[in-house]
């Protein structure tokens, strides 16, 4: 049963319109925090979220069911480039918390003072930050984990960085007592994940917050430089188009992540004058490998993510170890026929681990006639062998845990045995196209910063060159962060929604 608040598609069976005095298009890291803040303001809030509403009750182990229902695109959407960037977005009441490993890292200082000079970002010193970010912390319950909570592969990982000498730290996710089901990409099944759905959306809903889902918002609405509200229309259970609705607006932010959000601007008429909406596209890149231990592992047991590899983070490496299910790992595995047998015969024995690389090449979204964005994203023979190397390296971490096979993660290379073969491949000439690159983290395309002809927003979100219209998700980050942006986010739009109530009292003092 829907909370009361929140609607869905059985609720528009014909043409709607609304008023508020915010809307807020996305229900997520950026628009679920925003909307809660301005409710308990006082302000009247509409969030319009193309997803739909998924109670805990419905999150379950069958991932194909739930990426169907929890994900855009089935969760493989692409970036075009040699070779293409698999990236996923969240489509649900809770925008992307809801699927996401729940990592939970304030920016890194070196960002902060990056965004400062470089980009004249106003307030983003730690110290600015700080309110913010504990105040986010204190709702969603940014902690470690409970020792019971730790799965064997996650265990492997920290004992081969320890073996190895290297930098290794627990994880502070948002949860409370998680169970260790690692079911996280897929909906928390206990709510012990403290994602949007079960924090900033019931707050936004108990200070009058309405949340109209199943709706995708086709475009802005306007007059002159002032955005109006948005028009959309409801996504029948089949995908086809449903009623129109409308909702008119003093304030409009929209926080529909760095593919949609660029993509709602510009089919809705609103140009910038850096022209560069869209542009600055950051992914971090990732790459994955498995590794085939003698004793039992059972990744599927224990938290997702419980410890991050950080001994390479000044050269934007970040390594973690993330258990997938067994058709994801089918479908992935760089193995096809009997070596694919063998590999998921050796399931129960698998560590599958990855990295994180701050990329430093951008690519861009573009938006086809009706609205929808394309992405590009060429990465660069440096940032490629910086994967190569990063490969390299974890290979070496999981040998040190005692792997006795590792599945290269490089089309056409061979399985690797110890750490002479991972550093003999590292010394070839890996092509780009035979790296497999997928993504969670995307950023950048409507970049803050003081220069109108450098920047899409201001430094508080608010776009340059238009009236009563605010970004507030990871389109607004000047670069990539190097680490999981979603404490990022929810600080940023607590920092930006206390900047609005504080513009919207100097409105009403002087009127």
């Not at 730290?169 to 909906?187: D, K, W």
């Not at 200070?207 to 430089?225: M, N």
């Not at 290269?408 to 590292?426: E, K, Q, T």
Request: charged fraction near 25%; glycine fraction near 10%.
């Amino acid at each position: 049963m829907r909370p009361s608040g929140i609607f869905g598609r059985e609720d528009f069976a014909k043409d709607s319109a609304h008023a508020c005095d915010v809307l807020v298009i996305g229900s997520g890291a950026g628009g679920g925090v925003m909307a809660a803040e301005l409710a308990e303001a006082g302000l009247d809030v509409i969030v319009l979220e193309e997803g739909g509403y998924h109670d805990t009750s419905e999150f379950t182990t069958d991932a194909s069911a739930m990426i169907r229902k929890l994900y855009r695109d089935g969760g493989a959407s692409m970036a075009m480039g040699d070779p293409p960037v698999i990236f996923s977005e969240g489509r649900t009441v809770g925008g992307s918390t809801v699927i996401n490993g729940g990592m939970s890292w304030r920016t890194p200082e070196k960002i902060l003072d990056r965004w400062r000079k470089e980009d004249g970002v106003e307030q983003i010193s730690p110290a600015d930050l700080e309110p913010h970010f504990a105040r986010v912390e204190r709702f969603i319950s940014a902690r470690g984990q409970d020792p019971e909570s730790l799965g064997r592969d996650n265990e492997l990982l920290r004992e081969g960085a320890e073996a190895k000498g290297w930098k290794v730290v627990p994880n502070l996710r948002n949860q409370v007592h998680c169970a260790g089901t690692n079911n996280c990409a897929f909906g928390c099944p206990t709510a012990a994940k403290r994602s949007v759905l079960v924090t900033y959306v019931p707050r936004a809903l108990a200070f009058g917050a309405r949340v109209l889902s199943d709706v995708r918002v086709s475009r802005l609405t306007r007059r002159g430089k002032r955005i109006t509200g948005a028009i959309g229309h409801v996504v029948r259970e089949n995908g086809t188009r449903g009623a129109k609705v409308a909702v008119t607006a003093r304030l409009t932010v929209v926080a529909a992540g760095a593919i949609q959000t660029p993509a709602l601007l510009v089919s809705s008429g609103i140009r910038s004058p850096s022209g560069r909406i869209g542009q600055n596209l950051s992914l971090h890149p990732n790459v994955k490998l498995q590794a085939i231990f003698d004793e039992n592992v059972e990744g599927w047991k224990g938290v997702h993510q419980a410890y991050q590899v950080r001994e390479f983070q000044n050269e934007g490496l970040v390594f973690a170890a993330v258990n997938l299910p067994p058709s994801l790992l089918a479908m992935t595995a760089p193995a096809w026929g009997e070596d694919l047998a063998r590999l998921m015969r050796d399931y129960h024995r698998i560590v599958n681990a990855g990295l994180l690389y701050e990329d430093t090449v951008t690519g861009r979204v573009r938006v086809a006639p009706g609205g929808r964005p394309f992405s590009f994203y060429q990465i660069t023979d440096h940032d490629t062998e910086q994967l190569v190397r990063g490969m390299m390296l974890l290979a070496e971490l999981l040998f040190a845990a005692g792997a006795k096979r590792i599945v290269s993660p490089f089309d056409g290379a061979p399985d690797l045995h110890s750490v002479d073969d991972a550093r003999a491949l590292a010394k070839q000439k890996v092509p780009r196209r035979a790296l497999e690159l997928f993504t969670v983290h995307m950023m950048g395309t409507c970049a803050m910063g003081n220069d109108p002809t450098r920047h899409v927003c201001d430094s508080f979100g608010k776009l340059h060159d238009a009236d009563g219209l605010y970004v507030t998700d990871a389109s607004l980050f000047p670069s990539p962060i190097g680490v999981n942006p979603m404490e990022t986010i929810m600080a940023l739009a607590t920092r930006n929604a206390a900047r609005i109530l504080d513009s919207n009292a100097a409105r009403r003092a002087q009127a």
